[in-house]
Nanobody
Framework: QVHLVESGGGLVQAGGSLRLSCAAS????????MGWVRQAPGKEREFVAA????????FYGDSVKGRFTISRDNAMKSVSLQMNSLKPEDTAVYYC?????????????????????WGQGTQVTVSS
């Protein structure tokens, strides 16, 4: 079981930026793809981004493509989400998540249901 802790959420004006970080406490961190999923009030969980276990492959949801960037540092057992040009519709609780599958090579078309371990979430609020 992977223990994940997010940080970096907060309140920002539209057009601004935030960087979310996620720290993992498992020795096999470098063997699993990681991702971010968000959930706004009254809405279903929405896939945001994923990165392969090596960091060589990334995939983004259509609503954040071109604005968000996912990255990872396997030595530090961390994954980050740089969010630029934020919009009010980006307001949600953001969850860091670890893949269910060992050493998934291709992260294209990953979905929220592909993740098996979740952090507690961090709130991101974008004001208009």
């Amino acid at each position: 079981q992977v223990h994940l802790v997010e940080s970096g959420g907060g309140l920002v004006q539209a057009g601004g930026s935030l960087r979310l970080s996620c720290a993992a406490s498992v020795s096999t961190f470098s063997s699993y793809a990681m991702g971010w999923v968000r959930q706004a009030p009254g809405k279903e969980r929405e896939f945001v981004a994923a990165i392969s276990y090596s960091g060589s492959s990334t995939f983004y949801g259509d609503s954040v493509k071109g604005r968000f960037t996912i990255s990872r540092d396997n030595a530090m057992k961390s994954v980050s989400l740089q969010m630029n040009s934020l919009k009010p519709e980006d307001t949600a609780v953001y969850y860091c998540a670890a893949d269910r599958k060992f050493r998934r090579v291709v992260v294209t078309n990953m979905a929220s249901t592909d993740f098996g371990s979740w952090g507690q979430g961090t709130q991101v609020t974008v004001s208009s």
